[in-house]
């Protein structure tokens, strides 16, 4: 690891346990799979057909499965509005950037709907997804709302 900075994660691999650990956000996705500092030192490449989503949380305790799967409504937060459904059908939703150089080549970095509770990130290789969907645009650049126009007060105490 090159740098560091390094942030809490737990790696969700498909039909073996989560592995919790430290990635270094700039670096972790390496050609061969995600680097991952284990609790216990080591550094480990995991594969990336073996992963099922890296998720960036606060802390390591509790559950390491979303909070939510879906939004309620519709987001708020800028971006685009994204359902992603996993080979075994599961389906889960998130905001990927609007910005096409943001993308990874490996997979798809989301703001999960809860992103306020212990997921404030999650990493989803492309391997893992069956399909992945645009649900809808939010704040898009094409339409900028023009500022109300300014109107001069009512003139109350004329002469």
Excluded at 21 to 45: C, H, I
Excluded at 118 to 131: D, N
Aim: hydrophobic share 40%.
């Amino acid at each position: 690891m090159a740098a560091s900075t390094t942030k809490k994660a737990i790696v969700r691999r498909n039909q073996r346990e989560p592995l919790p650990g430290f990635v270094n956000p700039a670096s972790f996705l390496q050609p061969a799979g995600v680097e991952l500092l284990t609790e216990d030192g080591k550094v480990a490449v995991v594969p990336y057909p073996e992963i099922r989503s890296v998720a960036f949380v606060r802390d390591f305790c509790g559950e390491d499965e979303p909070e939510r799967r879906t939004f309620f409504t519709r987001p708020k937060m800028e971006g685009l509005w994204v359902s992603l459904k996993y080979r075994d059908g599961e389906v889960i939703e998130g905001i990927l950037p609007n910005n096409l150089l943001l993308w990874e080549p490996h997979g798809f970095l989301i703001v999960p709907p809860d992103s306020s509770g212990r997921q404030q990130r999650l990493f989803i290789p492309r391997v893992a997804l069956q399909s992945a969907e645009v649900l809808g645009v939010v704040g898009s650049p094409l339409k900028k709302r023009k500022a109300p126009a300014a109107r001069e007060q009512a003139r109350l105490f004329e002469e």
